[in-house]
């Protein structure tokens, strides 16, 4: 069974920077592509960023490019969303995925199976 906890969400004002966690466990990290949505109140879930599992691909919406950072820590069998310069349009809950793949360097948009329980980030204006 995978299991994904997301953590790190919280409330910030414009311009701050957070950093989300989803850790999982060892045998999920190393061959699941992960992957990171977001869902604002009214709105649809949305890609945010992706991670091929070998971390050598990724790829971002074009809402976050230049601003958020996906990376994967294989010690800790942890992926990450470095988020900066936060707008409070990036104001939702963050899901992290994952989806087993074969190639190691896809970094799937969407048909992910896996999801964690989501965390809240807030930001004002």
């Known amino acids: 069974q995978v299991q994904l906890v997301e953590s790190g969400g919280g409330l910030v004002q414009a311009g701050a920077s957070l950093r989300l966690s989803c850790a999982t466990s060892?045998?999920?990290?190393?061959?699941?592509?992960m992957g990171w949505f977001r869902q604002a109140p009214g709105k649809e879930r949305e890609f945010v960023a992706a991670?091929?599992?070998?971390?050598?691909?990724?790829k971002y919406a074009d809402s976050v490019k230049g601003r958020f950072t996906i990376s994967r820590d294989a010690v800790k069998n942890t992926l990450y969303l470095q988020m900066n310069t936060l707008k409070p349009e990036d104001t939702a809950v963050y899901y992290c995925?994952?989806?087993?793949?074969?190639?190691?360097?896809?970094?799937?948009?969407?048909?992910?199976?896996?999801w964690g329980q989501g965390t809240q980030v807030t930001v004002s204006s």
């Open positions: 991670s091929s599992w070998s971390g050598r691909t990724t």
């Open positions: 060892r045998s999920t990290f190393s061959i699941y592509a």
């Open positions: 995925a994952a989806d087993r793949v074969i190639n190691s360097e896809y970094a799937p948009l969407n048909g992910y199976d896996h």
